[in-house]
C-alpha cells in the first residue's frame, strides 16, 4: 500500500457514512421477529470471499467487483457467515489482514414478496467490522460505519427493478482504525527500508483482544407491510402491586394508522390493552422482572403485541417482551425494583476459537449456563455491544447487564476531539436505540479506560454522559476508569463509579500481600471524592491452564486464586459500605494481538477459551452463592 491510501480511503467513507447514520437514526432497529405480517429469512451461511490485496486496497473499488458475480473477477474462498474470517483459513496474511475483504452471497426471494406491491423487503446485518457497504444486485444500498451495532436497508425497489426474485448480495468490509473510530487505532508505515519492505505497515491500537473482522452476525431478509411499525418504545415502574407500561409506537408509510398495544401474562392472558400510539397500561398484581438469584420467579416477561391498521386495513404486528422493573442508584446502592442489588459478575468478550467474534448460538448457551452455574447474576459487555441475541437471553434469564460502547483504547488526545465526540455521540444513539427495551440492561457504559486525566476528557464526557442520559433516562450511565481518582476528569459526571485495578499485577508483581492495603485506598479514595457507589469493574490476573505453584507464583491457577481471594476479603467489608458490585477480568480466555505479554491470548479467564473451568472458576462458584444467599431474598442450593 502506498502513502495512506487506505486511511484517506476510510477517512472518506468514514464522512459520507457518518451523514446516512444520522439520518437512519430518526428511523427504529426493531430486531426482525416473525409475526402474522412479517416473514424472516436467514440467509447466513457459507458466502464467498475475497480480500483485496492489491497496495492500496481499493481494487475492489476501482474494478466494480460489485457489478458482476465476485467469482468472475478473481479467485474466491468459502468463508462462513457469521465468523470473523482471521481464523478460518491456514493463511496468516488473511488472519492478519487490514483492509477491504468482499463477500458475496446468491439467494432467491420468494416471488410472493416480489409481486405484493405492499409488502417491504429489508436486508438487515446484525453487525460487520468495522466499515461496510452494502450492494443488491450491483445497486449499492447503504453504508454503515461501526463494528458492533445492526444496520439496514430497505430493498424492495432495488429488487423489483433489477432481476426479480434473484438477489446478489454484496457486502464490503474493512477492518481500519483511525484516530475517530470506536475503537480508535492508527495505520502506521514502516519507511526504514533496511528493516521493512517498501509499502509496509501495521495498526496500532491501544485495545487488548485482537481486532478481529467480517461479518459477525447473522444476515437477514424479512418483511414488512408497507405500513409498518418502525420503532416500540417502553419504560416500566410500578407502585404497590401496580405495574405501570408506557410505551410510545412510531409507524411508517402511513400517517393516519390505528394503533393496537395488549400486553399478555406469561400463561397468555391479557392483562391490559391501549388504544393509540402513545399511552400508559396499568396491570394489577404485577410480576416484576427480577435478577437471577434474587427472587424465587426471576425474569419475569410480559409479551406486548403491537398492531398498527394502515388506512388501507393492512395491519403490522410486532410482538416485543417486557420486563417490568426499576432501576435506581443512591449514594451507596443500586437499586433494582427498590431493593438493593450486587453485582456478583463476569467482565465477557465475544470470543472464541476459530469462529472470533462470529455469533454463534452453542457459545451463547453454553456461556449462559456456566454463569449460571458460577452464580453469576451480571455481566458486563466489555468493550463493545453484544449481538441483540445475547441481550434476549439475558432478558429470559434474568441476568444483569451493563451495555458497553465500544469505546476502549481513548489514549491518544486526538481522540477526544469534535469528529471523535460526534462519532460517540451517534454510536451511544444506536446503542441506546437498539438495547433501550431490554429489562436486563440496567446501565450503559460510554467507554473504558480512557485517558480521562487528559484535559479535554472532562469537556467530552460531560457531553457524553448527559447526551446518554437525554437518550434514556430511566439508567444510570458510566463509564469505566483506571486512571487515578485524583485526576480522573470525567468522574463527575457518571451515576457509579466503575474503577479496574490489577494490583500484583501490573503493579507490585507478586506481591498479593499487597492487595489489601491498596484496595481499602482505592475505594476509600474514590468514595471520598464522589459519595458515589463503586463497583470494581475488573480485577484478576493471568493463569495459564494447568501451571501450578505453591507458594503461588504468577501464570499460576494458585496464583490466580490468590489474588482473588485477596481482592475478595476487601469487598467483602467494603460492601457493607458503598461498594455494589465485583466483576472478575475475564470470563474465559480470549485473543489478543500476539506481543511479548501475551501466550497466545490473554490467560486472566477463570475458564479457558474452550469454557474449562480453571480453579479460580470453583472458588468464585462458591462465593457468588454464597453471596446470593446473604443478599437476594430468598436462599438458593448450590
Ligand atoms: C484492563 C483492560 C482489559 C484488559 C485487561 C488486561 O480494560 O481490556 O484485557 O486490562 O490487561 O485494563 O488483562
Known amino acids: 500500500m502506498g502513502s495512506s491510501g487506505a486511511e484517506r480511503a476510510a477517512e472518506r467513507l468514514l464522512l459520507a457514512a457518518l451523514c446516512s447514520v444520522c439520518q437512519a437514526l430518526q428511523d427504529g432497529m426493531l430486531f426482525p421477529t416473525e409475526s402474522p405480517s412479517r416473514e424472516v429469512k436467514d440467509v447466513s451461511g457459507l458466502w464467498i ?39 478460518i483459513t491456514q493463511d496468516a496474511q488473511i488472519r492478519d489482514f487490514i483492509g477491504w475483504v468482499w463477500y458475496e452471497k446468491d439467494v432467491w426471494v420468494p416471488a410472493r414478496w416480489i409481486q405484493d406491491r405492499g409488502t417491504r423487503i429489508v436486508l438487515r446485518v446484525g453487525s460487520a467490522h468495522y466499515y461496510s457497504v452494502l450492494w443488491v444486485n450491483g445497486v449499492k444500498v447503504t453504508e454503515h460505519v461501526g463494528g458492533h451495532l445492526p444496520f439496514e436497508a430497505d430493498i424492495s425497489g432495488v429488487l423489483r427493478q433489477t432481476s426479480g426474485n434473484q438477489c446478489r448480495i454484496t457486502i464490503a468490509v474493512n477492518n481500519t482504525l483511525t484516530l475517530e473510530t470506536l475503537p480508535p487505532g492508527t495505520i502506521q508505515y514502516m519507511t526504514d527500508r533496511s528493516r521493512y519492505p517498501a509499502g509496509y505497515f501495521v495498526q496500532n491500537t491501544n485495545f487488548d483482544f485482537f481486532n478481529y473482522a467480517g461479518i459477525h452476525r447473522p444476515v ?27 410505551f410510545n ?35 394489577t398484581d404485577v410480576n416484576l422482572w427480577w435478577p437471577y438469584l434474587m427472587h424465587e420467579n426471576p ?10 391498521t394502515a388506512e388501507d386495513g393492512q395491519t403490522d404486528v410486532y410482538t416485543l417482551p417486557v420486563g417490568i422493573r426499576t432501576v435506581k442508584v443512591t449514594s451507596t446502592q443500586f437499586l433494582i425494583n427498590n431493593k438493593p442489588f450486587y453485582f456478583h ?61 465500544p469505546g476502549v483504547g481513548i489514549k491518544d488526545i486526538r481522540s477526544f476531539g469534535n469528529v471523535s465526540l460526534a462519532h460517540h455521540l451517534t454510536v451511544m444513539e444506536e446503542l441506546v436505540r437498539r438495547d433501550k427495551n431490554h429489562p436486563s440492561v440496567v446501565m450503559w457504559s460510554v467507554a473504558n479506560e480512557p485517558a480521562s486525566e487528559m ?29 487515578n481518582y485524583a485526576r480522573d476528569l470525567g468522574a463527575p459526571y457518571v451515576d ?10 501490573y503493579q507490585d508483581p507478586g506481591h498479593t500481600e499487597l492487595i489489601g492495603l491498596q484496595l481499602n485506598t482505592q475505594f476509600d479514595n474514590w468514595y471520598g471524592k464522589y459519595q458515589k457507589p463503586i463497583i470494581q469493574s475488573e480485577y484478576g490476573a493471568d493463569a495459564v491452564p494447568g501451571l501450578h505453584s505453591d507458594p ?8 490466580q486464586k490468590t489474588v482473588l481471594q485477596n481482592y475478595h476479603n476487601v469487598f467483602d467489608q467494603k460492601r457493607k459500605e458503598f461498594v455494589i458490585g465485583e466483576l472478575i477480568w475475564n470470563f474465559a480466555d480470549f485473543m489478543t494481538s500476539q506481543s511479548i505479554i501475551r501466550v497466545v491470548g490473554n490467560k486472566k479467564g477463570i475458564f479457558t477459551r474452550q469454557r474449562q473451568p480453571k480453579a479460580g472458576a470453583f472458588l468464585l462458584r462458591e462465593r457468588y452463592w454464597r453471596i446470593a444467599n446473604e443478599t437476594g431474598n430468598t436462599l438458593f442450593k448450590l
Open 49 to 87: 470471499f475475497r480480500a483485496d490485496e492489491s497496495p492500496e486496497r481499493s481494487r475492489g473499488f476501482e474494478q466494480q467487483w460489485y457489478k458482476s458475480p465476485l467469482a468472475e473477477t478473481g479467485p474466491v474462498i468459502d468463508m462462513p457467515v457469521p465468523s470473523s474470517y482471521n481464523d
Open 220 to 246: 437477514l431478509l424479512y418483511t414488512t407491510p408497507k405500513a409498518h411499525i418502525d420503532d416500540i418504545t417502553v419504560e416500566t415502574t410500578f407502585s404497590d402491586n401496580i405495574g405501570l407500561v408506557s
Open 249 to 283: 409506537v412510531s409507524v411508517l408509510g402511513s400517517s393516519k394508522a390505528a394503533v393496537k398495544v395488549t400486553l399478555s401474562a406469561q400463561d397468555g392472558r391479557c392483562v391490559a390493552s391501549a388504544d393509540g400510539s402513545r399511552g400508559v397500561l396499568k396491570v
Open 299 to 308: 425474569a419475569y416477561l410480559y409479551s406486548m403485541e403491537v398492531q398498527a
Open 345 to 405: 459478575g463476569v467482565n465477557k468478550h465475544e470470543d472464541a476459537d476459530i469462529r472470533g467474534k462470529g455469533f454463534d448460538w452453542p457459545l451463547v448457551v453454553k456461556d449462559f449456563n456456566l454463569m449460571k452455574w458460577m452464580g453469576a447474576n451480571s455481566f458486563r459487555t466489555s468493550h463493545y455491544p453484544y449481538a441483540e441475541e445475547i441481550l434476549q437471553m439475558a432478558d429470559r434469564h434474568g441476568i444483569v447487564i451493563i451495555d458497553e460502547c
Open 455 to 483: 484535559p479535554p476528557a472532562g469537556f467530552y464526557f460531560k457531553e457524553l454522559v448527559s447526551h446518554t442520559r437525554s437518550l434514556d433516562s430511566s439508567r444510570p450511565v458510566t463509564y469505566i476508569t483506571a486512571s
Open 496 to 505: 457509579v463509579i466503575c474503577v479496574n485495578s490489577y494490583f500484583s499485577w
Open 552 to 559: 503461588p507464583m504468577m501464570f499460576t491457577e494458585e496464583y
